[in-house]
C-alpha cells in the first residue's frame, strides 16, 4: 500500500471502416441450463418469467439475428445432454424454423448441472473452415468440477470463444467468469431485476466484431523502477467494453518522473497499439481509491483460484487475510468492524444471533437501510500510509463502480413489487415473424402486432412496391418509435432487415417510409432505420 499503483483503463474505439459490417461467417453453439432451477422466477417482480422463459426468449432472439451463411447448433444440459441437430447446421429459414420448435419444448427436466460432458462433445465436433467456433453457455448453478471445465476450455481456447452468462444469485462466479477469461470471450452476470437479452445480444455483438488477437503490454519505465502486474492480463478486446489492468510500481527513480505504457493488438489482420505518457510524482492528498481497487481485484482472483482448487488452500487464505487487512477491502475470510465514533473503541461482549425475517422481494431494500450509516458509528479498518494514487490512463469517464469502498451499497429507490398479469409481449411476437433472410411477411399477425388489421395495413401500402419490403419497413418503423427503450434487443436484427430491403433495390423506399409513419402515427426518418 505504500508503493505507487496505475490503474490501465482501455476503452477501444475501433476505426469505422473495420466495424461498417459485422462478421457474416462463424459456428454459434448455444448450451443452455435445463436442471430444475432453472423453474425458478428471474425475480419476485415477476414471477411469471422463469429463468428457463427467459432463456427460451434470448434463444428466440439470438437465432433471428444470426446472419445468413453462418452455421449453428443448441444444446441443453442437466444430469444429461441434449442436442437440436448432431452437428451444427447451416442457418437457413429451414433449419431455424426447426430449431425454434424444439426450443419452444425446453423445460426445467434434466436434473442436475453436468456440464463438462457436453462441453467434451462439443469439442470432439470438427471444427468448420472459415466459420471459427463462438461457444455460449447458460447456467444458474454451480459445478463440482469448476477446474475441469475451465481446463477444457482453455485446452481449447485456440479454435473457439466462450461467452459465458451466470443466471440468478445463485450462479458461481469462479465458474462463469472461468469459461470467459479462458475461453478470451465476456462474462455477464443477470440477477435482481436485471434482464437477460440486452446482455446477451451485447455478447453476440462482440462475437460478431473481427478477431483481436496478440495482444501485449509493455511498461516503459524509468532505470530502477519496475512494475508488478496485479491483475490478470487481458485476453480478449472487444469495441465499447472496457477492460482493466492494475500494475504495482516498485524501485527508486532519480530525476526521471515520467513513464509511459503501450499496448499492442492485431485487429483484423492489421497492427495497432495506444501509448500513453503518465508522471510517476504523486499528487497530493488523493488518497487510495485506485490501491484498494487493486486490492480488491487481487483478492478476487485469489477467491477465485481457492474456490476451483479440490482442496482449501491455506497459503492462498493467508494471502486473502493478509491484503484485506492491509488494504481495507473485505473478501470472503475477512469482515469490518463497528466502533464508536466518539470513543474510538470496538464494539465489545459475545456475538448475539438475531434471526431476521428477509422477504426475497424486499431484500435491496433491507440492504439499503443496513448500508445507511448508522448514529454514533462508523467502520475500521487497520492503519495505512496514505499515498497519492498514481494517474489513471487510458481512462474514460465512469471509471469507478457504482459503490463505495467500505461496503455501503449506492442510495437507490426500490418500490414495492406490483402484481402484472403474463402476456406476450409485442416486441417479442414482432421477433418470432420474422424470416432467416430478415424480412418480415405482410399477414395478419404482423397487423395485429402493429395495432392495425389487415385491411388497413394492405391499402396503406404504395402500390409499386412488394408485400414483403413493406412489411419489414413497417416491422422497422414500429420497432424504432415504440420499442428504443429495448434497442440492444432488435438492433442485430434490424440491421439484417435493412440490408435485405436494401438487396431488393425495391421503388419508392422513401415513399414507403412516409406511408408506414402516417399509418402508424410516427415520424421515424429513413436514414434512422437504416436505409
Not at 184 to 208: C, D, E, N, Y
Not at 480 to 501: G, N, P, T, V, Y
Request: charged share 20%; hydrophobic share 40%; net charge negative.
Amino acid at each position: 500500500m505504500g508503493d505507487p499503483v496505475v490503474m490501465v483503463s482501455l476503452y477501444p474505439e475501433f476505426p469505422q471502416s473495420v466495424m461498417s459490417s459485422l462478421a457474416t461467417c462463424g459456428e454459434f453453439v448455444f448450451l443452455v441450463d435445463r436442471s430444475g432451477s432453472m423453474g425458478c422466477p428471474m425475480n419476485n417482480s415477476t414471477p411469471q418469467e422463469t429463468r428457463i422463459s427467459s432463456a427460451k426468449d434470448t434463444l428466440l432472439l439470438l437465432l433471428k439475428s444470426l446472419p445468413m451463411g453462418c452455421y449453428f447448433n443448441i444444446y441443453s444440459f442437466g444430469s444429461t445432454f441434449e442436442h437440436i441437430f448432431p452437428k451444427s447446421v447451416e442457418y437457413s429459414e429451414k433449419t431455424m424454423e426447426e430449431a425454434l420448435k424444439k426450443v419452444e419444448q425446453m423445460g426445467d427436466d434434466l436434473g442436475g448441472t453436468e456440464i463438462l460432458e457436453p462441453l467434451k462433445h462439443i469439442y470432439n465436433q470438427s471444427s468448420i473452415p472459415k466459420h471459427p467456433r463462438q461457444l455460449f453457455v447458460f447456467t444458474d448453478g454451480e459445478v463440482g468440477n469448476t477446474k475441469e471445465v475451465t481446463d477444457l476450455i482453455r485446452k481449447n481456447a485456440g479454435c473457439h470463444k466462450c461467452f459465458s452468462f451466470g443466471i440468478g444469485e445463485g450462479a458461481s462466479s469462479a465458474l462463469i467468469n472461468g469459461m470467459a477469461k479462458e475461453g478470451g470471450g465476456h462474462a455477464q452476470f443477470i440477477t435482481g431485476a436485471g434482464r437477460m437479452q440486452p446482455k446477451v445480444m451485447q455478447s453476440l455483438r462482440f462475437a460478431l466484431q473481427p478477431a483481436v488477437e496478440d495482444i501485449s503490454v509493455s511498461w516503459n519505465l524509468p532505470k530502477g523502477v519496475s512494475a508488478t502486474i496485479l491483475s490478470a492480463p487481458i485476453t480478449a478486446i472487444f469495441q465499447g467494453q472496457r477492460s482493466l489492468l492494475y500494475a504495482q510500481l516498485t524501485g527508486q527513480h532519480s530525476e526521471a518522473t515520467d513513464g509511459s505504457v503501450t499496448v499492442k493488438y492485431s485487429l483484423a489482420g492489421h497492427p495497432s497499439q495506444n501509448q500513453l505518457h503518465f508522471n510517476l510524482k504523486p499528487a497530493e492528498d488523493s488518497g487510495l481509491t485506485v490501491h484498494r481497487l487493486a486490492a480488491r481485484t487481487v483478492i478476487h482472483s485469489l477467491e477465485s483460484k481457492e474456490r476451483t482448487q479440490s482442496e482449501q488452500n491455506e497459503e492462498t487464505k493467508k494471502k486473502v487475510v493478509e491484503l484485506s487487512v492491509q488494504s481495507g477491502v473485505s473478501s470472503s475470510f475477512t469482515a469490518f468492524i463497528a466502533v464508536h465514533k466518539d470513543s474510538g473503541k470496538s464494539v465489545e461482549g459475545p456475538l448475539v444471533r438475531r434471526n431476521v425475517p428477509t422477504p426475497f422481494f424486499g431484500m435491496r431494500k433491507m440492504a439499503k437501510a443496513f448500508a445507511s450509516p448508522c448514529a454514533g458509528m462508523s467502520f475500521f479498518s487497520a492503519p495505512m500510509p496514505m499515498m497519492c494514487r498514481a494517474p489513471q490512463i487510458l481512462a474514460c469517464a465512469d471509471s469507478f463502480p457504482d459503490y463505495d469502498l467500505c461496503g455501503a451499497m449506492p442510495e437507490s429507490e426500490f418500490n414495492e413489487p406490483e402484481a402484472v398479469l403474463p402476456s406476450k409481449d409485442p416486441l417479442l411476437q414482432l421477433v418470432s415473424l420474422q424470416k432467416a433472410s430478415g424480412c418480415w411477411i405482410l399477414d395478419g399477425s404482423l397487423a395485429a402486432v402493429l395495432g392495425k388489421n389487415s385491411e388497413e395495413v394492405e391499402k396503406a401500402k404504395p402500390p409499386p412496391v412488394n408485400n414483403e419490403v413493406w412489411a419489414s419497413i413497417l416491422a422497422l418503423i414500429w420497432l424504432h418509435a415504440f420499442k428504443m427503450d429495448a434497442k440492444e434487443e432488435w438492433e442485430l436484427l434490424s440491421m439484417k432487415a435493412a440490408s435485405w430491403i436494401k438487396a431488393q433495390n425495391a421503388p419508392c423506399v422513401s415513399e414507403c417510409v412516409e406511408a408506414g409513419n402516417t399509418l402508424l402515427g410516427c415520424g421515424v426518418k429513413k436514414e434512422a432505420l437504416g436505409l
